[in-house]
């Protein structure tokens, strides 16, 4: 079975940091995009940012540009997004997910393996 799980979010504070991890298992992530995206409370899903198989990387989401990076181990077989100078409209469930092909895109349907989500909060 396909599957990737996040974790790393929760409580932070307007300026802090965070760490999303996005782990895979089923399937080797080496030859997939995966994409990160987030949902806030009646608001459509939007991505923010996307890293392919070549480790090319686009920031899909002008709000998150010099303050959220994404990166990725193939040899553990996780996705990271790395959240700093968090503001409170930042708080959102955010999602990470995979595509096999490589190659990224900013249509949320063009990704076939979608995890849960983690929850994470901005505020203090």
């Known amino acids: 079975q396909l599957q990737v799980v996040e974790s790393g979010g929760g409580l932070a504070q307007p300026g802090g940091s965070l760490r999303l991890s996005c782990a895979a298992s089923g399937f080797s992530l080496e030859d997939y995009a995966i994409g990160w995206f987030r949902q806030a409370p009646g608001k459509r899903r939007e991505i923010l940012a996307c890293?392919?198989?070549?480790?090319?990387?686009?920031i899909f989401e002008g709000s998150v540009k010099g303050r959220f990076s994404i990166s990725r181990d193939n040899t553990s077989n996780t996705g990271y997004l790395q959240m700093n100078r968090l503001k409170p409209e930042d708080t959102a469930r955010y999602f990470c997910?995979?595509?096999?092909?490589?190659?990224?895109?900013?249509?949320?349907?063009?990704?076939?393996?979608w995890g849960q989500g983690t929850q994470v909060t901005v505020s203090s």
């Open positions: 997910a995979a595509r096999v092909t490589g190659t990224c895109h900013d249509d949320p349907d063009w990704y076939t393996v």
């Open positions: 890293i392919d198989a070549e480790r090319d990387r686009v």
